[in-house]
């Protein structure tokens, strides 16, 4: 018996920003405590290397288990990790403080490859009217 993998992953889809996000620019998220939260995580990866990742090796690399890795870990371990994380469904970028509360659109391309933009950037508002791309937004911070 096979297990179902579940994914994060979406293609051709701008993730706008949630609309009770309190940022007015994009803002790079700060540390908590002298350590770096999921988000300045996420922010670092992408913004280091945009359209180079997809959503699910963001969100895997930026979990408790796929951080928990180190560089000894052997290509097995770290397949044997990933599935065993993606074996349930996990939170998508739309969950992520980048869009929630720091101001980032994230763009999925063709392949899935991700960027993120800030909310005052020109290239964000082009992709706000991009008519080929699926327009989701970033999951609230309270209740409606």
Not at 64 to 85: M, V
Not at 118 to 140: E, F
């Amino acid at each position: 018996m096979t297990k179902t993998a579940h994914t994060t992953n979406c293609f051709n889809t701008f993730i706008r920003v949630a609309e009770d996000c309190p940022a007015c620019t994009g803002e790079e998220p700060p540390l908590r405590a002298g350590k770096p939260t999921v988000a300045c995580l996420q922010y670092g990866m992408i913004a280091k290397a945009p359209y180079k990742y997809t959503s699910d090796d963001v969100i895997f690399a930026t979990s408790a288990p796929g951080r928990e890795l180190d560089a000894r870990a052997t290509t097995a371990e770290k397949r044997a990790a990933r599935e065993a994380f993606f074996s349930r469904g996990q939170a998508c970028m739309r969950a992520s403080s980048l869009g929630k509360r720091f101001g980032w659109g994230v763009h999925a391309d063709s392949e899935g490859r991700i960027a993120i933009y800030a909310i005052d950037s020109k290239r964000y508002q082009a992709l706000v009217r991009d008519p080929k791309l699926t327009q989701v937004r970033a999951m609230r911070s309270k209740r409606a």
